[in-house]
């Protein structure tokens, strides 16, 4: 039960784009297609951004997408607006369990 | 509005115990499978247990596994994580989060701290 691999930190400036990656082996993210991704800021609960590799909640802009290729799935946010500043979680249930990523901080310039 | 408010947080020596629950509402609970997550503070996320709409299944990271019991009473709308022997890396905030195959709605989370 490891955890996901993403890069600790990205950043941009505003109305750019950035893609968070998330690397699992074939057991978890290249066997399901339950990837999620969540955003945390300080303080706050996580939200739900991204479920099912690449479907959007009811109320988070078309802004925000996901995508999986083999073991690797991607959140790519475009546009960035200032209040995309955050943390970033990636989720891949695995059956039997469930694995997070290690978190990355989007930080707009 | 679906709503989760977790509760029974708070400080607790080495080995001991903590019973952590988490009220429902605004969805039938029932329905539902149900997970923990913690969060150490300032670091990331980390699953710990799932549940089984009717409480009949469950599951528990390695790092739990013996020491913690989930559990839930649907005529309640409430969970619970069971937690024994505490360790001083089990020191987070707690969140229950609804749905097995992706956790949608998040609790505030409770602060669980481990310390002599």
């Given at each position: 039960?490891?955890?996901?691999?993403?890069?600790?930190?990205?950043?941009?400036?505003?109305?750019?784009?950035?893609?968070?990656?998330?690397?699992?082996?074939?057991?978890?993210?290249?066997?399901?297609?339950?990837?999620?991704?969540?955003?945390?800021?300080?303080?706050?609960?996580?939200?739900?951004m991204i479920s099912d590799v690449s479907k959007r909640p009811s109320g988070v802009p078309d802004r925000f997408s996901?995508?999986?290729?083999?073991?690797?799935?991607?959140?790519?946010?475009?546009?960035?607006?200032?209040?995309?500043?955050?943390?970033?979680?990636?989720?891949?249930?695995?059956?039997?369990?469930?694995?997070?990523?290690?978190?990355?901080?989007?930080?707009?310039? | 509005?679906?709503?989760?408010?977790?509760?029974?947080?708070?400080?607790?020596?080495?080995?001991?115990?903590?019973?952590?629950?988490?009220?429902?509402?605004?969805?039938?609970?029932?329905?539902?499978?149900?997970?923990?997550?913690?969060?150490?503070?300032?670091?990331?996320?980390?699953?710990?247990?799932?549940?089984?709409?009717?409480?009949?299944?469950?599951?528990?990271?390695?790092?739990?596994?013996?020491?913690?019991?989930?559990?839930?009473?649907?005529?309640?709308?409430?969970?619970?994580?069971?937690?024994?022997?505490?360790?001083?890396?089990?020191?987070?905030?707690?969140?229950?989060?609804?749905?097995?195959?992706?956790?949608?709605?998040?609790?505030?989370?409770?602060?669980?701290?481990?310390?002599?």
């Open positions: 039960q490891s955890a996901l691999t993403q890069p600790r930190s990205v950043s941009g400036s505003p109305g750019q784009s950035v893609t968070i990656s998330c690397t699992g082996t074939s057991s978890d993210v290249g066997d399901y297609n339950y990837v999620s991704w969540y955003q945390q800021h300080p303080g706050k609960a996580p939200k739900l996901g995508s999986k290729s083999g073991n690797t799935a991607s959140l790519t946010i475009s546009g960035l607006q200032a209040e995309d500043e955050a943390d970033y979680y990636c989720c891949s249930y695995a059956g039997s369990y469930t694995l997070f990523g290690g978190g990355t901080k989007l930080t707009v310039l | 509005e679906v709503q989760l408010v977790e509760s029974g947080g708070g400080l607790v020596q080495p080995g001991g115990s903590l019973r952590l629950s988490c009220a429902a509402s605004g969805f039938t609970f029932s329905s539902y499978w149900m997970n923990w997550v913690r969060q150490t503070p300032g670091k990331g996320l980390v699953w710990v247990s799932r549940i089984s709409n009717d409480g009949s299944s469950t599951s528990y990271a390695d790092s739990v596994k013996g020491r913690f019991t989930i559990s839930r009473d649907n005529a309640k709308n409430t969970l619970y994580l069971q937690m024994n022997s505490l360790r001083a890396e089990d020191t987070a905030v707690y969140y229950c989060a609804r749905r097995g195959t992706t956790p949608d709605y998040w609790g505030q989370g409770t602060l669980v701290t481990v310390s002599s």
